[in-house]
């Protein structure tokens, strides 16, 4: 016996403790107790993206029903309260403050619109509470964000421009706020002309579009502005190549909502196609389907709530038996989390696929690094649990 162990022992001893918190889940953070962990998820249900908030709800709901069907993690029940922010940033604040302090939540998981992120995670950073796997921008003392910024994404796209030899004509971009280094991020040698929408997915600067339709717009907005977008485009009898860097919805859906549009629909994600998963991937997504309620189909919002949550859990669970915030901070510090995972990727703090996937009229490419590829990046095993 070491003398480390020897003197912790005689120290509990001398508190009259029968048991150790090495073996007994105690109350080790707020939001977490004996036989509970409470998360929390700010969402905005009523504006342009809300299905997509509903949608990716459900699949964080579905998740953390099937880890307490198996006993929780270390015995502790999982569950989650949700809030509608309604994407204005005075409400997001507020709503942080009294999600950490009132309800006393362990950790915000999933995705808030953009316009409210930085909002919500300088007031997680003040209040204490763990901003876990937002998508976007956020940054702050107490956010961990694995998804990709505007830039990174901007940065792999540049990649896959030059490969498909898109990038030498005429580019625009529509994002809700203009991006001074959008044509250093992309890698191209002229400024693309910016298009913006407002909060509520109104379009802005459009009426250029009637003088000078670019060959390549670049759009980072939702997947409802983004069909707007394309309405706009069919109206001017123009068909220029679109895609859509975002991960509410599919290159199906957008057509469907734009049918008029006769462009190449193309779109960019952090995610991997059903059918590069193996068999493991799918059962442990079968799974989570047969719990999500409402029943909906696995889309890609859905996918982004479990990769999500799958991912929180997982950290959670990889800091012992009485979590705190401050251990997980420390965790990801050291093992150096990668920036953009894709939505079902690797578990392991120390093998990440850095990666974009592009599909379209073509076969899904990747980009692993400054490779281009058309090889699936290679998954580690689902949870176990």
Request: some cysteine.
């Amino acid at each position: 016996m070491s003398i480390v162990v020897a003197l912790s022992g005689l120290a509990l001893a001398s508190c009259g403790s029968r048991t150790t918190s090495l073996t007994t889940p105690l109350a080790s953070a707020p939001g977490v107790t004996s036989s509970s962990v409470l998360f929390a998820s700010e969402v905005d249900t009523d504006g342009a993206n809300g299905q997509y908030a509903s949608d990716e709800v459900a699949g964080i709901r579905a998740v953390l029903r099937l880890f307490d069907e198996h006993h929780g993690i270390f015995g502790r029940q999982l569950s989650v309260v949700v809030k509608d922010n309604a994407g204005q940033t005075g409400i997001a604040t507020e709503e942080t403050q009294y999600l950490s302090a009132t309800v006393g939540a362990f950790a915000l998981i999933g995705d808030s619109p953009s316009s409210v992120l930085d909002a919500i995670s300088t007031q997680a950073s003040s209040s204490g509470i763990l901003q876990l796997y937002p998508i976007g921008q956020a940054t702050g003392a107490n956010t961990v964000n694995t998804l990709p910024s505007i830039a990174t994404s901007a940065t792999n796209l540049g990649r896959l421009l030059s490969y498909l030899d898109l990038a030498n004509g005429t580019i625009a971009v529509l994002s809700q706020a203009t991006i001074p280094t959008i044509a250093t991020d992309l890698g191209v040698q002229s400024m693309p002309e910016e298009l913006t929408y407002t909060a509520s997915g109104q379009l802005q600067g459009v009426t250029q579009l009637t003088t000078k339709v670019p060959d390549l717009v670049v759009s980072f907005a939702p997947a409802s502005v983004t069909s707007r977008l394309l309405a706009e485009l069919a109206s001017l009898n123009e068909a220029p190549t679109v895609i859509a860097v975002e991960d509410s919805t599919s290159r199906q859906q957008l057509r469907a909502e734009s049918p008029t549009f006769h462009g190449d629909v193309l779109r960019l994600g952090t995610w991997v196609p059903r059918g590069a998963l193996d068999a493991a991937w799918g059962t442990y997504l079968n799974t989570v389907d047969r719990l999500l309620s409402p029943k909906i189909v696995l889309n890609t919002a859905t996918l982004n709530g479990i990769y999500s949550a799958t991912m929180s859990v997982e950290l959670l669970r990889s800091v012992g038996l009485n979590p705190t915030r401050r251990a997980i901070l420390t965790n990801l510090a050291q093992h150096r989390f990668t920036p953009a995972i894709p939505a079902l990727g690797p578990w392991s703090a120390t093998m990440g696929f850095q990666g974009e996937v592009l599909t379209g009229t073509i076969h899904p490419l990747y980009v692993n690094g400054a490779q281009v590829t058309l090889a699936p990046p290679s998954l580690s095993l689902p949870p176990k649990l």
